[in-house]
């Protein structure tokens, strides 16, 4: 099993920035370490929709239109860690943010990801 556990969510004013982490534990995290971990976001109301991507071995990302040029992945192998640092934020950035972790690029951009964070609340006030 792996085991995900976000943090770093919170209120913040359009504009300003917030930092998400996420740290990966378990016995066979190891395996999903030669794959891929990523983010996602679910509004109210709407689907959950795919935010970045990072491949945990060499460091290549994939962003959402949405967010592309605003919010940056990157990860911290000592640690276990991914990021997802939020510049620019948006009224429409609110969402509960999930990390996700997976072994494929395709199913982790699909959304079919074996593992899921329990997910974290950022605010976004106008």
């Known amino acids: 099993q792996v085991q995900l556990v976000e943090s770093g969510g919170g209120l913040v004013q359009a504009g300003g920035s917030l930092r998400l982490s996420c740290e990966a534990s378990?016995?066979?995290?190891?395996?999903?370490?030669?794959?891929?971990m990523g983010w996602f976001r679910q509004a109210p109301g709407k689907e959950r929709e795919f935010v970045a991507t990072?491949?945990?071995?060499?460091?290549?990302?994939y962003y959402a239109a949405s967010v592309q040029g605003r919010f940056t992945i990157s990860r911290d192998i000592s640690k276990n860690t991914v990021y997802l640092q939020m510049n620019s934020l948006k009224p429409e950035d609110k969402a509960v943010y999930y990390c996700?972790?997976?072994?494929?690029?395709?199913?982790?951009?699909?959304?079919?990801?074996?593992?899921w964070g329990q997910g974290t609340q950022v605010t976004v006030s106008s």
């Open positions: 996700a972790a997976d072994r494929k690029i395709a199913t982790m951009i699909s959304g079919k990801c074996d593992y």
């Open positions: 990072i491949s945990w071995t060499g460091g290549s990302t």
């Open positions: 378990g016995r066979t995290f190891s395996t999903y370490a030669m794959g891929f």
